[in-house]
């Protein structure tokens, strides 16, 4: 059995200890708690979908192209950030990364990925943007069963068959269909009409450094060790939700009071073993047999810590 990580463990703590509960907002069947505290002082890197934006990072399909696996070329001098369920839009097909990775700078690296996109695969070898996150309950259910083969086999891949499952229950409940049977169509088509709305009433705080999110009886818990970090993430993070929350609705599903404090005790109170991801830091994962966890550690700086479950499991 793989020992608890001691230093890392503080390096979580750290980053939970800082922390202050803001004022919830509630809407459109979604509840969002602030988290506030000071910035850590760690290292400095860049995220994903902005390093692919700016040019200095390319996310490729490999030589011989397969669906499990990607390369992403990290060309800045700085490191770059990318997080669990990040879709990449372009390329064969699109695809949602598989664990929270650390890109080194001036680095070529291969990373498992699931496919959001069952029905293309054509002639793209790289990827757009990284600017969508895989639906909260997808991403929570896959980041399981990647921490499950890791801990069986060694392997980071993911269980693609109960994925695209996943993604045809959300089709059927939320009433529409994509062609292509696309994560990111998907999520355009629905909150269309709600998400601009949605982005000016849940703003985030000048100190915000991570959110308690909770719809559709799934919550997750995202920290990270500085508040610009976690604005270029929160409205994906806030459109995975809403996705759940509008299947929610048309479900008929109430939406539920929780005692946030309760989930931030889960989190405490995880013991984080190390498992192998590429990349920079050192990455853990929690014991918690009813959470999916994983946070990533760098020069003993907590960068991401993310925990998040179902209610049913709460």
């Not at 959110?211 to 997750?220: K, Q």
Request: with cysteine; aromatic share 4%.
């Amino acid at each position: 059995m793989p020992a608890v990580c001691v230093g890392v463990s503080s390096a979580v703590k750290e980053s939970l200890e800082r922390l202050n509960l803001g004022s919830p907002v509630t809407l459109k069947g979604m509840t969002v708690w602030p988290l506030l505290g000071p910035n850590l002082d760690g290292s400095a890197y860049g995220m994903l979908d902005n390093a692919m934006q700016k040019g200095t990072c390319e996310v490729r399909e490999q030589t011989s192209p397969t669906v499990d696996t990607v390369v992403v070329v990290n060309n800045s001098d700085k490191p770059v950030l990318a997080i669990h369920g990040q879709l990449l839009k372009g390329a064969k097909q699109n695809r949602s990364l598989n664990l929270t990775t650390m890109f080194p700078p001036q680095s070529e690296t291969q990373v498992h990925v699931a496919c959001v996109e069952q029905g293309r695969w054509n002639a793209g070898r790289s990827f757009e943007d990284a600017r969508w996150m895989q639906s909260a309950a997808g991403r929570t259910e896959k980041l399981g069963d990647v921490l499950t083969n890791l801990s069986r086999n060694g392997s980071s891949k993911a269980q693609q068959d109960r994925v695209w499952t996943q993604q045809s229950i959300k089709e059927r409940r939320l009433g529409l269909h994509s062609d292509t049977h696309d994560e990111i169509e998907i999520q355009k088509i629905n909150l269309r009409d709600i998400s601009g709305s949605i982005r000016q009433s849940i703003v985030c705080e000048a100190d915000q450094v991570g959110a308690i999110f909770l719809a559709n009886n799934t919550w997750a818990i995202e920290i990270f060790d500085n508040s610009d970090s976690y604005m270029k993430c929160h409205e994906s993070l806030l459109n995975s939700f809403l996705l759940e929350a509008k299947e929610a609705l048309k479900r008929g599903i109430s939406v539920l009071t929780l005692e946030p404090r309760t989930l931030i005790d889960k989190a405490w109170a995880t013991e984080w073993i190390e498992i192998a991801v590429p990349g920079m830091g050192v990455s853990v994962t929690g014991r918690q047999a009813a959470t999916k966890s994983c946070a990533l550690v760098l020069e003993g700086v907590g960068v991401s810590v993310s925990v998040s479950g179902f209610l049913s499991q709460a």
